[in-house]
């Protein structure tokens, strides 16, 4: 488990779509350290399925179960996202664009109150991508969860 405050630094790595997935699936507690071992495990023994592959698979079905636990009838039935409990994320120069910042505009609404900065300078974002980040701080407010104190844009 990771302290609380911590700082996730992927500056400077391009990162593909299925990269960007994968992230988001991590950020967002779909992902948990205990669940890369039958991720990996899916990608090495099915021929046609690459990590890139797996990794969609296994956020389709995550989307699935997201959706199935709006429509839970009771706390015990709905699954309970654990987010990493991180402080700070640089995504600068990772030139995510728009599909990286709509898909990753997401953990800014999971239940992580202990984010206080977002770094995503310079990752190609164009106004398209710039309202999937005010959707995911809109969410994050709608949630009650506490603001940014830094946000880094260019």
């Not at 960007?20 to 071992?37: C, F, M, P």
């Not at 402080?87 to 990753?104: C, H, K, P, Q, R």
């Not at 505009?105 to 980040?133: H, Q, W």
């Amino acid at each position: 488990h990771l302290k609380s405050g911590a700082a996730l630094d992927l500056s400077k790595i391009i990162l593909t779509e299925g990269e960007v997935k994968l992230v988001t699936l991590v950020l967002t507690g779909r992902l948990q350290i205990e669940d890369l071992g039958p991720l990996l495990y899916l990608a090495l023994n099915s021929p046609e399925m690459d990590l890139v592959a797996a990794t969609d698979e296994f956020y389709s079905l995550s989307e699935q179960q997201l959706k199935a636990n709006s429509h839970a009838q009771s706390p015990s039935e709905m699954v309970l996202l654990q987010p990493p409990p991180l402080a700070v994320i640089n995504l600068s120069f990772t030139d995510i664009g728009d599909y990286g910042m709509e898909t990753l505009s997401e953990f800014l609404y999971a239940d992580n109150a202990a984010l206080k900065t977002l770094d995503v300078g310079f990752c190609n974002i164009s106004p398209r991508g710039m309202m999937s980040l005010c959707q995911g701080l809109k969410k994050r407010n709608m949630r009650c969860l506490p603001p940014l104190q830094g946000l880094i844009i260019s």
